[in-house]
Every structure is written in structure tokens, then in C-alpha cells.
């Protein structure tokens, strides 16, 4: 199969990415390749049932095609090629939540090098409902097939936005988003109001919130540790913070202190 450098096709790997493409139907799958073995599960067959409906043409091959062209080295036995995502700028994102009369919940990730966690921070952000993900251009991955494989699909829901994190963080102020940032010497999270706009700002998996991007933010925020624990991993703490937004959105309850305006 045709890697995503050479065609410009994304390549897909693993039984619920593509899955979750088919369902979702955000972009066209052209061709999905499937081990000769594989049982027909219920995953499986969906997704034969739903090529059948979309008209994707299915190729049943040995796994060792599908072991020699995989990118992640874990692809379950099904493989598939698919245009591009949609891409977007932050503000027309922003531009497109309003006209739903939806508030901006957001989140930036600065120098991500680690695909599984950018995976693993989308995944977290589709569970919570979060409308975007924004990286640097030039620091960090973009949606590769590993990214994608750990995200689970994720990337069909949630807009990957790549974006210098100052333009983007100017366009959220203009837009009224309340910047709340992640680092270990911050306000608990709990104490702090994250209902309506928010854009939280998570930083590079070495160095933490760097204090360029500190100086942008309204509120830094941090998850209290135990244990002489010093931090946690990058994608846990987006999605401690991401559902803790959740929380207080659905009017939870946390010592003694209810969400805020």
C-alpha cells in the first residue's frame, strides 16, 4: 500500500481508525486493504458492510503486505487509505463555533515530539468534547498514521490545527477565550472557573509551560500531586484538565465550591 508521503493520500491503520472514518464519512475512503485471515468479528464486519454501502473497494491480502507497508508497526490486520482531513485555521474554527452558537473549548500543545501522546491527547479530547486541537508548525507531529492509530478515530472528530501558538493565542483573545494554562506550580484546577470559553494551553513534555506562553495565559493552572510525584505525563494532564472543564460545566460539586461564572 501507497504511504501518505508519496501520494498525499493518509494512511490509516487498525481496525477502529478506520472504522471510524467509514462512520464518520468527514473524508472519502478510497481503499481498504484487509488480512486474508481475519475473522469476521463485529468490527470487521462493519467495516465490510459499510464499504459495501460507500462503495470502497475492500483488497484481502496476505498480513505480511499489510506488516510491510505499515507505518505504526500495529495495524490489527486492516489497513486503509483515505483523503486528507479537512484543514483549518483557528479563527475560522472559532468563526464556525459561533455560527453554531457553540462557546470555544480548546486546547494547544507546545512541542509535542511524542506521536503517542498527541494521540493520546486527542483521543481524551473527543471524550470531552473538546472542538480543536492547535500545534505548532514547526514544533511537534501532525496527524501521521501513528497519531492516528492512538487516537482511535479521533482525529475524524477532532480538528488537529497547525498554527504558530502566538497567532493563535492573539486570535482567541480577540475572540474573548479565556487562556488557562498547565504547570505544576499553579492554581489546584478545581479552584479555578473554566466554564464558558476556555483554550487551555499544555506544554512541551520537557520543559513544561514555557514562561513565553505563562506571560499569555489569563490563569495557570495545576493538578496537585501526592505521593512526591513531581508531574505527570503531557496527554494526562490535558485530560484531567479537559474533564475537569466537564465537570464544572455540568454544575459538579468539589469541596463545598460549585461551578462558577
Known amino acids: 500500500m501507497a504511504r501518505t508521503r508519496r501520494d498525499g493520500l493518509d494512511q490509516l491503520e487498525g481496525r477502529n481508525v478506520v472504522l471510524e472514518a467509514l462512520r464518520r464519512q468527514q473524508r472519502a475512503v478510497v481503499r481498504v486493504r484487509l488480512d486474508e485471515r481475519a475473522r469476521p468479528d463485529g468490527k470487521v464486519g462493519e467495516i465490510l458492510s459499510r464499504c459495501k454501502a460507500l462503495d470502497v473497494p475492500v483488497e484481502r491480502v496476505p498480513r505480511h503486505q499489510l506488516d510491510r507497508h505499515s507505518d505504526t508497526g500495529v495495524h490489527n490486520g486492516v489497513m486503509a487509505l483515505a483523503e486528507p482531513l479537512p484543514s483549518y485555521t483557528v479563527q475560522q474554527l472559532i468563526d ?64 488537529l490545527v497547525r498554527e504558530g501558538l502566538s497567532s493563535a493565542l492573539a486570535t ?13 506550580d499553579g492554581t489546584p484546577v478545581w479552584d479555578l472557573p473554566l466554564t464558558g470559553a476556555v483554550a487551555f494551553v499544555i506544554g512541551g513534555e520537557d520543559k513544561g509551560l514555557s514562561p513565553t506562553l505563562r506571560k499569555r495565559c489569563d490563569a495557570v493552572a495545576a493538578i496537585p500531586l501526592e505521593g512526591e510525584l513531581d508531574s505527570l505525563n503531557l496527554s494526562v494532564t490535558a485530560a484531567l484538565m479537559f474533564f475537569e472543564k466537564v465537570r464544572q460545566e455540568r454544575g459538579g460539586v468539589l469541596s463545598g465550591q460549585g461551578s462558577r461564572d
Open 96 to 159: 464556525e463555533l459561533f455560527e453554531r452558537g457553540e462557546l470555544p473549548f480548546l486546547a494547544l500543545v507546545d512541542e509535542v515530539q511524542y506521536e503517542h501522546n498527541l494521540g493520546a491527547v486527542m483521543r481524551s479530547a473527543m471524550g470531552a468534547g473538546v472542538h480543536g486541537v492547535i500545534v505548532p508548525v514547526r514544533r511537534g507531529k501532525g496527524l501521521s498514521p501513528v497519531v492516528q492509530r492512538v487516537a482511535m478515530g479521533a482525529g475524524e472528530v477532532v480538528p
Open 172 to 184: 482567541l483573545r480577540r475572540a474573548g477565550v479565556r487562556i488557562v494554562g498547565a504547570d505544576m
